[in-house]
């Protein structure tokens, strides 16, 4: 549950049944207090999904709702539990839709953003910085990469797209597809210090970048149609 649905999550899933995106809990939940009092909730007072799947002889699938997780205020949430048929051992607890509003949903389907291998740096005299997010396939070959230069001076940031062909060799950029602003200080960047780590790990995480991300869709499809994202 932690490296599948956990909010702070960079881990990868690819293959049938898990090319979705993971529904995240919120930054604050308590996974030991918080899940376990979810999973008693929806037990206790949920329904079975009887729906026919693939894995019925391992697995029962439970839905419902529940209010004991931290900051609910007394608002209870659905919430899906999987459970080893013929045990109350959890195999998987999460909740339908994202605990935390506003976070972007990638559409793409066999390429992934993969957060641990993003990275940043800044020039000499700390004049840029530059932010690199790239995308991978299930064999983690970077197929795209986000490119990002802020100006530490005026905090403006431009996104520029690489594109590779699927071996992972670049082929072409395409320049400047999104500008925004970006709350920084350049002095936490000169430090590199605990509030530049924050900025950079939210960025790279829940950055909206579905705009672009559209363009690697229509990408797979034109150009790497065997390939398709």
Same mark, same amino acid.
């Given at each position: ?65 529940? #209010?004991?997780? =931290? ?10 539990? @999987?459970? *080893?048929? &013929?045990?109350? $051992? ?27 291998? #993003?990275?940043? =740096? ?10 690199? @997010?790239? *995308?991978? &396939?299930?064999? $983690? ?46 002095? &936490? ?41």
């Amino acid at each position: 549950m932690i490296s599948r649905h956990g909010f702070y999550s960079d881990d990868l899933y690819f293959g049938d049944g898990a090319l979705g995106n993971p529904s995240r809990f919120q930054p604050s939940s308590l996974p030991i207090y918080d899940w376990v009092q979810i999973a008693d909730d929806v037990y206790q007072y949920g329904q079975i999904d009887d729906r026919a799947h693939p894995d019925a002889a391992q697995f029962v699938k439970y839905t419902g709702q529940s #209010a004991s997780y =931290e900051g609910s205020n007394g608002k209870a949430l659905d919430f899906t539990l @999987i459970l *080893y048929r &013929d045990t109350k $051992i959890v195999h998987s607890l999460f909740p339908r839709k994202d605990m935390v509003p506003g976070m972007a949903k990638s559409k793409l389907k066999k390429i992934k953003r993969a957060l641990n291998l #993003a990275k940043a =740096e800044t020039t000499l005299w700390y004049d840029w910085l530059t932010i690199e @997010i790239p *995308y991978v &396939d299930k064999d $983690i070959t970077e197929r795209y990469v986000i490119i990002v230069r802020i100006d530490l001076e005026n905090m403006h940031g431009k996104a520029h797209l690489q594109i590779n062909w699927p071996n992972g060799q670049p082929r072409y950029s395409i320049n400047v597809l999104m500008e925004f602003d970006v709350a920084l200080n350049k002095a &936490d960047v000169e430090t590199n210090n605990i509030e530049f780590t924050r900025f950079f790990n939210s960025f790279v995480k829940f950055g909206n970048f579905e705009h672009i991300e559209e363009i690697m869709m229509r990408t797979e499809t034109n150009l790497f149609p065997d390939n398709d994202g």
